[in-house]
């Protein structure tokens, strides 16, 4: 199935039961009205947890309606992060959602060894654009978790991204490993890396895709530009998932999307016991009710 637009995935959602998310840090504009709206479209049943008057205060400001909205109150930030992972630790809740916490204080406790949310995989992050001058969804991996990936750190992001975009009806994703090159130049360790990549695809060490690399972004995008450059891929001007070589190109690559573009997008970790909604600050609270349906769309 070829998803076109970030709103198809709603579609996914029939027949699936109603998830309980829990936002650590629930006293932030954007986070609270993206929950409570994803709660009013019956996309998640919402938890906050957080500074209960601060929550109470940013929902009166902007007339967010608290009605029937579970609330447990903690006014310390890492004692509210450690008890939203607890719950999805234990099973009190199906999702969790980063609110008004720092990224890397969200990522600590959800690492945590005795009560976290790691599973012995490698926990990564995708991100899934929707952007005007391209055919269908472009997911593309990892813009904020894993800082440099080595070659095995690599093929766990790519299965990470492929079983969810598998979830997500997309059977069989074409993979395009970037490099600045689309030739192996054995002094760009991202061009060696999308080298092995391919071929362990092409022996069946890596499955449920197609994978090529490197390519460079053009070749990845377009097949016009391949073709101008004599390349002949399956994925080139096709890709499904883009593969970055590291988090600066991948974050760059995000912001550039966004705010170049207007690409809409839609974010998350995954690889860990339950999907973890983890936007950017400065992401729009569009991008967050987004990365909630992604959340819901993508799990069992
Ligand atoms: N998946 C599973 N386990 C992991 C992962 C992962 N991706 N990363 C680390 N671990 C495990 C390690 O095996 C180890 O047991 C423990 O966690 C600690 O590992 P460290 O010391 O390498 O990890 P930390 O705590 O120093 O850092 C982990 C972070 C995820 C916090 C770090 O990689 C990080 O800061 N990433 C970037 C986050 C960020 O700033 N993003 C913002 C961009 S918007």
């Given at each position: 199935?070829?998803?076109?637009?970030l709103?198809?995935?709603?579609?996914?959602?029939?027949?699936?039961?109603?998830?309980?998310l829990?936002l650590a840090a629930a006293?932030d504009k954007q986070s609270l009205g993206a929950v409570?709206k994803a709660?009013?479209?019956?996309?998640i049943?919402?938890?906050?947890?957080?500074?209960?008057?601060?929550?109470?205060?940013?929902?009166?400001?902007?007339?967010?309606?608290?009605?029937?909205?579970?609330?447990?109150?903690?006014?310390?930030?890492?004692?509210?992060?450690?008890?939203?992972?607890?719950?999805?630790?234990?099973?009190?809740?199906?999702v969790l959602m980063k609110g008004k916490v720092g990224t890397s204080i969200l990522l600590?406790?959800v690492?945590?060894?005795?009560?976290?949310?790691?599973?012995?995989?490698?926990?990564?992050h995708v991100a899934l654009f929707e952007?005007?001058?391209?055919?269908?969804?472009?997911a593309v991996t990892d813009v904020a978790m894993?800082?440099?990936?080595?070659?095995?750190?690599?093929?766990?992001?790519?299965?990470?991204?492929?079983?969810?975009?598998?979830?997500?009806?997309?059977?069989?994703?074409?993979?395009?490993?970037?490099?600045?090159?689309?030739?192996?130049?054995?002094?760009?360790?991202?061009?060696?890396?999308?080298?092995?990549?391919?071929?362990?695809?092409?022996?069946?060490?890596?499955?449920?895709?197609?994978?090529?690399?490197?390519?460079?972004?053009?070749?990845?995008?377009?097949?016009?530009?391949?073709?101008?450059?004599?390349?002949?891929?399956?994925?080139?001007?096709?890709?499904?998932?883009?593969?970055?070589?590291?988090?600066?190109?991948g974050n760059?690559?995000y912001k550039?999307l966004v705010f170049?573009?207007?690409a809409k997008v839609a974010s998350m970790i995954l690889?860990?016991?339950?999907p973890i909604v983890l936007t950017s600050r400065s992401d729009s609270e569009q991008a967050k009710y987004d990365s909630i349906l992604l959340a819901a769309?993508s799990?069992?």
């Open positions: 199935m070829e998803l076109k637009k709103e198809d995935l709603k579609r996914l959602l029939k027949d699936k039961p109603v998830k309980k829990v006293q409570l709660g009013a479209d019956n996309i049943e919402p938890v906050l947890i957080g500074d209960k008057e601060e929550i109470i205060k940013v929902a009166g400001k902007f007339d967010y309606d608290l009605t029937g909205i579970s609330i447990i109150h903690e006014k310390d930030l890492e004692k509210t992060t450690e008890l939203a992972v607890k719950m999805v630790n234990k099973g009190e809740a199906d600590k406790y690492l945590n060894k005795e009560w976290g949310l790691r599973t012995g995989n490698l926990l990564s952007v005007n001058t391209y055919h269908k969804l472009i894993n800082i440099a990936p080595n070659l095995q750190d690599k093929i766990s992001i790519v299965n990470n991204s492929v079983q969810c975009l598998n979830m997500l009806g997309v059977m069989m994703p074409k993979v395009a490993v970037l490099g600045a090159v689309e030739m192996v130049n054995e002094s760009m360790q991202a061009t060696l890396d999308a080298a092995l990549l391919s071929k362990m695809n092409q022996r069946k060490q890596i499955k449920n895709c197609i994978i090529d690399g490197p390519l460079a972004f053009d070749n990845a995008v377009s097949l016009q530009s391949a073709k101008h450059k004599g390349i002949i891929s399956e994925v080139a001007g096709d890709t499904d998932l883009l593969l970055m070589p590291d988090i600066e190109v760059v690559l550039s170049f573009a207007r690889g860990a016991l339950s769309a799990s069992k």
